[in-house]
């Protein structure tokens, strides 16, 4: 879930240019120093927004660290770009879990079949969802 391609040069400008500010500033410091420290930031934030990963494993939904026995899974469908907002905003229950990256425009939602879980579905970005959820083994019910 890698973050844009073009926020890696929108990262490394702004640090170029808040090292430059810098590097006029404090003039006893080498010129490369503020350049070295400062480029590292953007590879650090762009590196952790992008660690995020959804996978099936061993008969579980593994989203970042939260962990889903797929057997509690009653069905599931793929959120296209165009219902994202709906789903995020009017039509979100407060008791779901939500797993949102503001740069992947599909999303797919899991409803669970867990009569001791308060959490009633599973919404969660991906790029994805039509495969995630034939690996999860539940139909996607938007194509009925």
Partial sequence: ????????????GVA????????MAARALPDWLPYVVL???PVWVLWWLSRKEIRV???ELVVDRAHLPVG???RGIAVPASAKSAA???QLDPAAF?????WVGTMALVVLNDPEDPTPYWLFSTRRPAELLAAL???DTSKS
């Fill in 39 to 41: 480029l590292l930031i």
């Fill in 57 to 59: 494993v061993d008969g």
């Fill in 137 to 139: 083994g539940c139909a």
């Fill in 88 to 90: 995020m905003g009017r």
């Fill in 72 to 74: 509690v899974i009653a």
């Fill in 16 to 23: 170029a240019l808040v090292a430059a500010e810098l590097n």
């Fill in 1 to 12: 879930m890698w973050v844009p391609l073009w926020w890696w040069p929108v990262g490394f």
């Fill in 98 to 102: 939500v797993s949102h990256r503001p």
